[in-house]
C-alpha cells in the first residue's frame, strides 16, 4: 500500500513538474494573481483525472489511434500557438493588476485552458498509456498508486504558482515584459513542434 502510493506520487510529480505548456501557462498567470494560476492547474488536473478514469474502465488504449492523435496534434498545436499570441499581446499588463475585476467567469476561462490544452495533447495520451503499463508490469494496487499522483499533481498546482505569486515583487515591469514575451515563444515553439510533426 505505501509502496502504491509512493510510487504513485513520484509518478505524478514525474508527470507535474517539467517545463512544459501548462506549467508556463500557470506560471505566467501566477504573477498576475494567485487564483489564476491555481485555475489553470485544477482545469489541467481534471483533465488527468478524465484519462484516469479511462484508465480504470480500461478505455484508454482506444485513444491510441494515429487518427486520433493526429487530430489531437493539430487541434493541440493551434491553441498552443493562440494561447502564445495572447500572452504576447497582454505583455505589457502591470504586474498584480488586471482589466477590471477578475470575475467567476475569467476563473471558468482560465480552467478551460488548462483543461482543454491538457486533454487534446496526445504526449499526455502518451503518457497515461504508460502509466496504465507500469502499473499494471510492477503489479501496484491501481487505486492506491493513481490517488498519490494526484496527491502530487494537487501539491504542486497549488504550491509552485504560491511561490511564483510569493516573489512577483521581486520582478520588475521589464522583467515581466520579457518573461511573457518568451513565455509565448515557448508556447508558440511547442505549437509549431506539434504541428509540424504532422508534416514531416
Known sequence: MILSYTEGFLLGLGAAVPLGPINILIMNEAIKKYKNGVMIGLGAMSSDIMYLSLIVFGLISYFNHPYILNSLSLFGGAFLIYLAYAIFKNRDTKIGTSKGSVKDSSYIKLYAKGFVLTAINP????????????????????????????????????LMPYLVHRTKHKISQSVSHWISTASALILFGFGVVMIGKLVL
Open 123 to 158: 504526449y499526455t495520451i502518451g503518457f497515461w498509456l504508460s502509466v496504465s503499463g507500469y502499473i499494471a508490469g510492477k503489479e501496484l494496487d491501481p487505486y492506491i498508486t493513481l490517488f498519490g499522483m494526484l496527491s502530487s499533481i494537487l501539491l504542486w498546482i497549488t
